[in-house]
């Protein structure tokens, strides 16, 4: 039966079996038949949905033994704006990305950072994750491995065979085999791969250094030992869990014993009993036997803001925590307490992305940002809005009354707007520019490179556009003007066609042309001024390449496709694509997001 005990058994001795749904029976491992009532996973008629429907959705049941869809339809998780909050059974944090295992399907779902594609999970039904730095790897179902993204040292070549754990961090991964034994890959450095002759039953890896629990119940640990991390203290234990440089383990007695660097006091626990432990690097976070969440270190900060609801399953990293309630649903923060939007729900009717974070107008007129919050850009004002733009680390909406309001970073002033009424904004690097209700074009921010002098202070547009130290604009006789002062083939050689709408890239420029054709000029260097062929309703450039929503309501892109930037999503279900740096989202017809490329800030 899926409860407190079994999710906590993902990160401790995290061996289960999945629940097989028959036609008209379940067997557990031993192939008895199961009373308890559990999660349909595979082979019912109907398939369950994962979609709410008037707040509702399917849930296939397994109750005496016979598959079927129970006659009350439930959503799993609680539903807000006609989408559900998937429920997880295990989540894993890692340095820029979290990934976690749904409980409906045995699936895995990943969000966050995608540099280096470690968001691309594959399909398939897995028993187990692990986020490591920049990649992530997974047990599947058959008890082979898998793992995807970063691949530096080699740390997502997985072994051929069948394993029971795997765990990934920075550069090196390990695993316990079937047949209990320890092998490990990726970096050789310090001698983290090279695991001692023994039984184990769990594994945890730090960035140089390993530890796992053996079958005796004692701790084995090694790699460096610069600060201690492998001097494993005596005694019997029920998991342990490796950070960066530190290790804390639950003993017998469930209390918690920490040693290694204690820069930050991530290894000072409270004497509070505990039913599981996560290490990060200058933190370290705990569910305790109340099922309450405990965190130290990270300067003392790691505890203030710890959320206080009640959860099963946590995974730390560097520079969050995520948690699963006892809804299943899952929870992430930053140290501090800051509770970090990582994966909003709910549907969307416009979208913005910037260098670093995203945001979006929801069904209801309100804002969410989620992603990077360095500079506050993602605490929003809480208001009606009518359209949103994003820029490297600001943000910048038109509200219900045609004022507009800006957050995030202002050095510049470019999160200072002026007053009066606005029927378009557009917010650059470190500049912002808009549309007023008459016409006029207003900029405001840094204006260093002249990326806002227009020549004349009546200067009025029908389209704009503020990018990375210029902006461009479309005339009430649909020409195109840009200015700057270093140009970069942007405004030395300006099209002489007229246009409906104009993005502004690094070093070259597109718009829709009255024809419904894409025109590009400037930079070339990677192909972003070549567009293809077609009637396009929007285009959107990021530094080195260029997307466009197709009149079929598909996306193109073209240009530098180095972050996989240039590479969207298939079908033709698209509403909106947003695209600056090297980072795009769309949003489809339901009102979902879908991003792409890379959200690591290249500042």
């Known amino acids: 039966m899926v409860n407190s005990t079994f999710h906590r058994s993902l990160v401790v001795l995290i061996t289960f079996t999945l629940v097989r749904c028959n036609a008209n029976n379940a067997n557990n491992a031993d192939g008895q038949s199961s009373g308890d009532a559990d999660i349909c996973l595979h082979e019912c008629s109907p398939a369950p949905s994962h979609v709410c429907n008037n707040d509702m959705v399917e849930r296939c049941v397994l109750e005496r033994g016979s598959c079927e869809v129970a006659e009350s339809q439930v959503c799993l998780s609680g539903c807000n704006g006609g989408e559900c909050n998937e429920p997880f059974l295990q989540v894993s944090a890692g340095v820029f990305h979290v990934c976690g295992l749904r409980s409906a399907d045995f699936n895995i779902e990943c969000w966050g950072g995608n540099r280096v594609d470690q968001t691309l999970s594959p399909a398939g039904v897995f028993k187990q994750?692990?986020?490591?730095?920049?990649?992530?790897?997974?047990?599947?179902?058959?008890?082979?491995?898998?793992?995807?993204?970063?691949?530096?040292?080699?740390?997502?070549?997985?072994?051929?065979?069948?394993?029971?754990?795997?765990?990934?961090?920075?550069?090196?991964?390990?695993?316990?085999?079937?047949?209990?034994?320890?092998?490990?890959?990726?970096?050789?450095?310090?001698?983290?791969?090279?695991?001692?002759?023994?039984?184990?039953?769990?594994?945890?890896?730090?960035?140089?250094?390993?530890?796992?629990?053996?079958?005796?119940?004692?701790?084995?640990?090694?790699?460096?030992?610069?600060?201690?991390?492998?001097?494993?203290?005596?005694?019997?234990?029920?998991?342990?869990?490796?950070?960066?440089?530190?290790?804390?383990?639950?003993?017998?007695?469930?209390?918690?014993?920490?040693?290694?660097?204690?820069?930050?006091?991530?290894?000072?626990?409270?004497?509070?009993?505990?039913?599981?432990?996560?290490?990060?690097?200058?933190?370290?976070?705990?569910?305790?036997?109340?099922?309450?969440?405990?965190?130290?270190?990270?300067?003392?900060?790691?505890a203030l803001g710890t959320p206080t609801e009640a959860f099963k399953q946590i995974s730390a990293a560097s520079i969050r925590t995520c948690a699963i309630q006892n809804d299943d649903t899952v929870v992430c923060w930053l140290p501090g307490g800051q509770i970090e939007s990582l994966k909003p729900s709910g549907s969307y009717r416009q979208i913005g992305v910037g260098s670093s974070h995203t945001c979006g107008i929801n069904s209801d007129g309100q804002v969410a940002c989620w992603r990077d919050n360095s500079w506050d850009p993602t605490k929003t004002p809480v208001d009606s809005y009518k359209q949103i733009s994003v820029g490297y680390a600001h943000s910048c909406a038109i509200k219900g009354d045609d004022t507009v309001v800006c957050w995030g970073e202002n050095n510049y002033g470019q999160a200072t707007p002026p007053s009066g009424t606005f029927r378009n904004v557009s917010a650059g690097n470190y500049h912002t520019c808009g549309i007023r209700t008459d016409n006029i074009v207003e900029c405001w921010g840094d204006d260093g490179r002249s990326q806002y002098t227009i020549a004349r202070d009546d200067f009025r547009a029908d389209s704009l556009r503020a990018g990375d130290g210029r902006t461009c604009a479309i005339n009430a006789m649909s020409q195109v003007e840009?200015?700057?002062?270093?140009?970069?083939?942007?405004?030395?050689?300006?099209?002489?066609?007229?246009?409906?709408?104009?993005?502004?890239?690094?070093?070259?420029?597109?718009?829709?042309?009255?024809?419904?054709?894409?025109?590009?000029?400037?930079?070339?260097?990677?192909?972003?001024?070549?567009?293809?062929?077609?009637?396009?309703?929007?285009?959107?450039?990021?530094?080195?390449?260029?997307?466009?929503?197709?009149?079929?309501?598909?996306?193109?892109?073209?240009?530098?496709?180095?972050?996989?930037?240039?590479?969207?999503?298939?079908?033709?279900?698209?509403?909106?694509?947003?695209?600056?740096?090297?980072?795009?989202?769309?949003?489809?017809?339901?009102?979902?997001?879908?991003?792409?490329g890379s959200i690591v800030s290249k500042r």
């Not at 000072?268 to 109340?290: K, N, R, W, Y």
């Not at 567009?531 to 892109?557: E, K, M, Q």
């Open 129 to 302: 994750i692990s986020a490591g730095y920049n990649y992530t790897c997974a047990l599947r179902d058959d008890d082979t491995l898998e793992c995807w993204g970063q691949d530096f040292n080699d740390e997502t070549l997985a072994p051929s065979g069948t394993f029971k754990q795997v765990s990934a961090k920075d550069s090196h991964t390990c695993a316990i085999k079937s047949d209990d034994t320890v092998v490990c890959w990726g970096s050789t450095a310090d001698g983290a791969t090279t695991p001692p002759a023994g039984l184990f039953t769990q594994i945890s890896i730090g960035i140089s250094h390993s530890c796992g629990l053996m079958v005796d119940n004692t701790i084995a640990c090694w790699g460096s030992d610069s600060d201690g991390q492998s001097t494993a203290p005596a005694g019997t234990f029920k998991q342990i869990s490796a950070g960066a440089m530190h290790n804390c383990a639950i003993g017998s007695d469930d209390t918690v014993t920490c040693w290694g660097f204690n820069g930050q006091g991530q290894t000072e626990a409270p004497a509070d009993l505990f039913a599981q432990i996560s290490a990060a690097m200058h933190h370290t976070c705990g569910i305790a036997v109340d099922d309450t969440v405990k965190c130290w270190g990270q300067d003392g900060d790691a």
């Open 482 to 596: 840009c200015w700057d002062i270093e140009g970069h083939g942007v405004t030395e050689r300006l099209p002489t066609s007229l246009f409906t709408q104009i993005t502004v890239g690094y070093s070259h420029a597109c718009g829709i042309r009255n024809n419904t054709a894409v025109e590009c000029w400037g930079s070339n260097h990677y192909g972003e001024s070549s567009p293809p062929w077609g009637p396009f309703r929007y285009v959107t450039a990021g530094d080195y390449h260029t997307c466009g929503l197709r009149d079929d309501n598909s996306i193109a892109c073209w240009g530098d496709d180095y972050h996989g930037e240039s590479t969207p999503p298939s079908g033709a279900n698209f509403i909106a694509v947003e695209c600056r740096q090297y980072t795009c989202a769309a949003l489809t017809h339901d009102g979902r997001q879908i991003v792409w």
